[in-house]
């Protein structure tokens, strides 16, 4: 018998309530006892490498001296960056940095910054330790005065680094950086701004930071699996295997693209290039999701779809709605049929979501396996945002070699006279910086593995 790959939500739930952000001892023993050990079963990280670590230990060291306040930029490509790098800096950072003869004045950690909708889908787990380790959760596409007063507070109070990441969620790839949000580099600028008009002369310094991934002989195997897994959804035939790898990614691809294309209405002409075909299922997709919520089609792609986003989740899960229990059964089964429509939106918007970072050519046959691992993962994701599935449905390859590569700081705190000068200007150029300090420890990376 048939089951569906995804059930529909069907019931509107009351507010997910999370207490303020604290550091509680027993949750950072807790995370000691357990970090390591979901970290290898949910991401199938074995080890942890760390490149670059002078730039790593002189923020770090700078930063719980009280001499820097520091924003570790962080890049977000596979999901479970934030979990890895608060174990690193929690429980590994200070062992590494004392035996290169570095002696930080405190224990190492960092208050990393999330959106509200992860304490939303995460479960119970998440929503005990996130707010237990200090983390602080923020509203994407909403005002949120208080959220961001509590991260203004976190940078100019310190010492502990901040830790976001300027993608603004996952983005699918490392060897490239598809796109990346002002938000630190704004934030960043605002903060140096008033420790200045202060009378502080203490710098506001940006850390950027990637992490990549390298696997073995296991992770061939496991890769195998995934590829058998993807073929069997695609209904790629025996003969296919007989090709090239490059040829049956292609072949699953395309179908996959053609069920899409289906689905939305749109004419399949193989013809065209992939790119301009997936273009136009993103573009059906928003339009749909605009249809169902009756939100006007208009804007940039990104505010739109975290503004919807945003809409459905407040329909699923009731913001300030402690209970439902006094709602009339009227207004509660209306609010189920919202919730309801609200998840078949959202389906929508995860086509939209992850096809945008989709729009990358097929891996050559001699392409390095790490990169012919995040493809194929990528494909896979291609397939279950196709059949309504979302990014807790994406599959880990094991075991993996995690690299975590730090780059020079960027100042900001030195560039302020050219903020005041022309704001645009100065955040323009500390986005460029940002983004060829990723290309470096991209570069760094690819040298060096």
């Given at each position: 018998?048939?089951?569906?790959?995804?059930?529909?939500?069907?019931?509107?739930?009351?507010?997910?309530k999370?207490?303020e952000?604290?550091i509680?001892?027993?949750?950072?023993i807790?995370?000691?006892?357990?970090?390591?050990?979901?970290?290898f079963l949910?991401?199938?990280?074995?080890?942890?490498?760390?490149?670059g670590?002078?730039?790593?230990f002189?923020a770090?060291?700078?930063?719980?001296?009280?001499?820097?306040r520091?924003?570790i930029?962080?890049?977000?490509?596979?999901?479970?960056?934030?979990?890895?790098?608060?174990?690193?800096f929690?429980?590994?950072?200070?062992?590494?940095?004392?035996?290169?003869?570095v002696?930080f004045?405190?224990?190492?950690?960092?208050?990393?910054?999330?959106?509200?909708?992860?304490?939303?889908?995460?479960?119970?787990?998440?929503?005990?330790v996130?707010?237990?380790?200090?983390?602080?959760?923020?509203?994407?596409?909403k005002?949120?005065s208080?959220?961001?007063?509590?991260?203004?507070?976190?940078?100019?109070?310190?010492?502990?680094?901040?830790?976001?990441?300027?993608?603004?969620?996952?983005?699918?790839?490392?060897?490239?950086?598809?796109?990346?949000?002002?938000?630190?580099?704004?934030?960043?600028?605002?903060?140096?701004?008033?420790?200045?008009?202060?009378?502080?002369?203490?710098?506001?310094?940006?850390?950027?930071?990637?992490?990549?991934?390298?696997?073995?002989?296991?992770?061939?195997l496991?890769?195998?699996?995934l590829?058998?897994?993807?073929?069997?959804?695609?209904?790629?035939?025996?003969?296919?295997?007989?090709?090239?790898?490059?040829?049956?990614?292609?072949?699953?691809r395309?179908?996959i693209?053609?069920?899409?294309?289906?689905?939305?209405?749109?004419?399949?002409?193989?013809?065209?290039?992939?790119?301009e075909?997936?273009?136009?299922v993103?573009?059906?997709?928003?339009?749909?999701?605009?249809?169902?919520?009756?939100?006007?089609?208009?804007?940039?792609?990104?505010?739109?779809m975290?503004?919807?986003?945003?809409?459905?989740?407040?329909?699923?899960?009731?913001?300030?709605?402690?209970?439902?229990?006094n709602?009339t059964?009227?207004?509660?089964?209306s609010?189920?049929?919202?919730?309801?429509?609200?998840?078949?939106?959202?389906?929508?918007?995860?086509?939209?979501?992850?096809?945008?970072?989709?729009?990358v050519p097929?891996?050559?046959?001699?392409?390095?396996?790490?990169y012919?691992?995040?493809?194929?993962?990528?494909?896979?994701?291609?397939?279950?945002r196709?059949?309504?599935?979302?990014y807790a449905?994406?599959?880990?390859?094991?075991?993996r070699?995690?690299?975590i590569?730090?780059?020079?700081?960027?100042?900001?705190?030195?560039?302020?006279?050219?903020?005041?000068?022309?704001?645009?200007a100065?955040?323009?150029?500390?986005?460029?910086?940002?983004?060829?300090?990723?290309?470096?420890?991209i570069?760094?990376?690819?040298?060096?593995?």
């Amino acid at each position: 018998m048939h089951k569906p790959y995804m059930m529909p939500a069907a019931m509107a739930q009351p507010d997910v309530k999370i207490p303020e952000p604290r550091i509680s001892l027993f949750v950072v023993i807790l995370c000691k006892l357990l970090a390591r050990l979901y970290l290898f079963l949910f991401y199938g990280v074995a080890r942890v490498v760390l490149r670059g670590e002078k730039y790593l230990f002189e923020a770090f060291k700078r930063a719980l001296e009280g001499k820097s306040r520091c924003i570790i930029a962080f890049r977000h490509p596979n999901g479970g960056e934030p979990q890895l790098l608060a174990w690193f800096f929690l429980f590994k950072l200070r062992r590494l940095a004392a035996r290169a003869g570095v002696k930080f004045p405190r224990f190492p950690h960092a208050v990393f910054i999330y959106g509200y909708e992860v304490v939303r889908w995460g479960g119970w787990a998440v929503r005990y330790v996130m707010p237990n380790v200090g983390a602080m959760p923020i509203h994407h596409s909403k005002v949120d005065s208080k959220g961001m007063a509590r991260i203004y507070k976190a940078i100019t109070d310190g010492p502990y680094p901040l830790a976001l990441a300027p993608e603004g969620q996952v983005s699918y790839t490392t060897e490239s950086v598809p796109r990346l949000e002002q938000g630190a580099v704004r934030i960043g600028f605002h903060a140096a701004d008033r420790l200045a008009k202060s009378g502080s002369d203490i710098p506001i310094e940006i850390l950027p930071v990637a992490v990549h991934a390298r696997f073995g002989p296991w992770g061939k195997l496991t890769l195998a699996f995934l590829i058998k897994k993807i073929e069997k959804f695609t209904c790629v035939g025996k003969e296919a295997k007989k090709l090239p790898l490059s040829q049956r990614f292609k072949a699953s691809r395309d179908h996959i693209l053609a069920v899409n294309e289906k689905r939305y209405h749109l004419k399949s002409d193989p013809e065209m290039p992939f790119e301009e075909r997936l273009d136009a299922v993103i573009d059906a997709a928003m339009v749909s999701a605009e249809h169902i919520l009756g939100v006007k089609s208009e804007g940039e792609l990104f505010a739109r779809m975290y503004y919807l986003r945003q809409i459905c989740w407040d329909r699923m899960i009731l913001p300030g709605v402690n209970s439902l229990d006094n709602l009339t059964g009227v207004e509660r089964g209306s609010a189920d049929l919202l919730a309801g429509e609200a998840w078949h939106a959202s389906r929508h918007l995860e086509v939209v979501d992850f096809s945008w970072y989709f729009r990358v050519p097929l891996p050559a046959d001699d392409a390095p396996l790490h990169y012919v691992v995040e493809y194929s993962q990528n494909l896979w994701d291609f397939a279950s945002r196709t059949m309504g599935g979302a990014y807790a449905n994406r599959i880990s390859i094991f075991p993996r070699r995690v690299i975590i590569q730090a780059a020079p700081v960027i100042n900001l705190t030195e560039r302020l006279p050219s903020y005041h000068e022309d704001k645009k200007a100065a955040i323009g150029k500390a986005m460029q910086d940002l983004m060829d300090s990723y290309q470096y420890c991209i570069d760094e990376v690819n040298r060096t593995e």
